[in-house]
């Protein structure tokens, strides 16, 4: 890399510089999934005051301090090694060990001396008991077995691999042949790695968004909903996601008027955030967003909990960044609207007002458009 590709600002005079990480196996470079990280890495730059660089280059020398943007959460040991240090220097999260970026640490195991990785934290299964839903997560595939037939005596058992994103990766169970199906079905590295929660099945779900984003001396908090989209072939997948963003920490979001559900969703997503700082020492969050799912059980009753976290680059950062830039423009500005929205097929118009991340035909999905809109609504 040469200087003179840092943009906006010229080498000589930059104070800093952010960089993007692909990940492994690394995302095609003319993907839109690749294209929107560029696009949010810019905005952050911005919004820092920084250069952008680009992709990282472990053998650059960069100027001035180095922000980093990786595409999933990292583990304690690359973190060091890439001279990161705390939440000022990464957008995202550092876990000490990669189990702890997967929704598996959310319940507890099924017996005292189940299968668990070096690392695991009884403590924090049994500090977010009453704040997640009914389950068990398993790292052996007896294990798994054994809690889903504990499970199965009251209702179906809703089978998640670790590693899944957007509902992908689950499979519904409601006797022991599909349970066992769904365990075999999991490579054995992985669920020895990553486990897989077995959990109460839900009917009528509603899924919430809470997150709070710490940018240099900024915090912002929010709620949200998602919406679903059909994809170019006809599927459903996630779609975006609209957001009320407040200045401030978590008793900023939720000394808002909120409805009673939304305001529990906010309290057992903060008590999960909580914990996890509290039981996985090393834990370093920027970024976080919890979606916490409400509906009802076999029996009718209703249950709410957190499903799992999210410490990384996120569908809904454009609408985080977005309300960012907002709140630096207006100091009196208190709570924004922001939303993302990917939108399959033709290219229709958007609004006036958008900040379009990508509107392209993806090599692999086909027509796509990824846009964000921000509408101030209350000022202090």
């Known amino acids: 890399m040469d200087l003179v590709e840092l943009e906006p600002v010229a080498a000589a005079t930059v104070a800093g510089v952010v960089v993007v990480h692909a990940g492994q196996p690394a995302q095609p470079a003319d993907g839109h999934e690749a ?6 890495a810019r905005e952050i730059a911005a919004l820092k005051g920084y250069a952008f660089a680009g992709e990282f280059d472990v053998a ?5 301090a180095v922000y980093h943007v990786p595409r999933e959460t990292i583990v ?3 973190a060091a090694a890439l001279g990161i240090r705390g939440a000022a220097d990464l957008f995202g999260g550092v876990v000490p060990q990669a189990f702890v970026a997967t929704k598996s640490i959310g319940h507890p195991l099924v017996a005292a001396d189940a299968v668990a990785p070096e690392g695991w934290s009884n403590a924090f299964a049994e500090a977010v008991a009453d704040d997640v839903l009914e389950g068990h997560s398993a790292f052996s595939a007896g294990d798994a077995i054994a809690a889903g037939m504990r499970l199965l005596a009251r209702g179906a058992v809703r089978v998640k691999r670790s590693l899944g994103i ?20 999991i490579a054995h590295d ?9 959990e109460r099945n839900l009917d009528d779900v509603v899924t919430l968004s809470v997150g709070r984003v710490e940018l240099g001396a900024s915090v912002v908090t929010y709620h949200g909903t998602q919406r679903v989209a059909r994809n170019n072939a006809g599927r459903e997948v996630y779609g975006g996601s609209a957001l009320v963003v407040t200045r401030g920490d978590f008793d900023a979001l939720q000394a808002l008027d909120l409805p009673p559900d939304v305001a529990e969703a906010i309290a057992r997503a903060r008590r999960y955030h909580a914990a996890a700082l509290k039981h996985y020492p090393g834990l370093v969050l920027s970024r976080s967003n919890y979606d916490v799912l409400r509906g009802t059980d076999a029996t009718g009753r209703v249950r709410c909990g957190v499903l799992e976290q999210s410490w990384r680059l996120g569908g809904a950062t454009g609408a985080e960044l977005a309300a960012l830039r907002a709140f630096a423009r207006d100091p009196s500005l208190r709570v924004v609207r922001a939303a993302t929205v990917e939108r399959y097929g033709p290219f229709e118009p958007v609004p006036a007002d958008a900040t379009v991340h990508y509107r392209d035909t993806d090599p692999r999905v086909g027509p796509l458009t990824k846009y964000v809109v921000c509408r101030s609504h209350g000022h202090a």
Do not use: I, K
Not at 35 to 40: K, N, S, V, Y
Not at 167 to 185: C, F, H, N, T
């Open 166 to 185: 957007g509902g992908a990766g689950q499979v519904v169970v409601g006797d022991r042949a599909s349970l066992v199906d769904a365990v075999q079905a």
């Open 35 to 40: 294209a929107t990280r560029a696009a949010l």
């Open 60 to 64: 650059f020398r960069y100027p001035g």
């Open 190 to 198: 992985e669920l020895a790695q990553c486990g897989v929660v077995l």
């Open 76 to 78: 304690a040991s690359e």
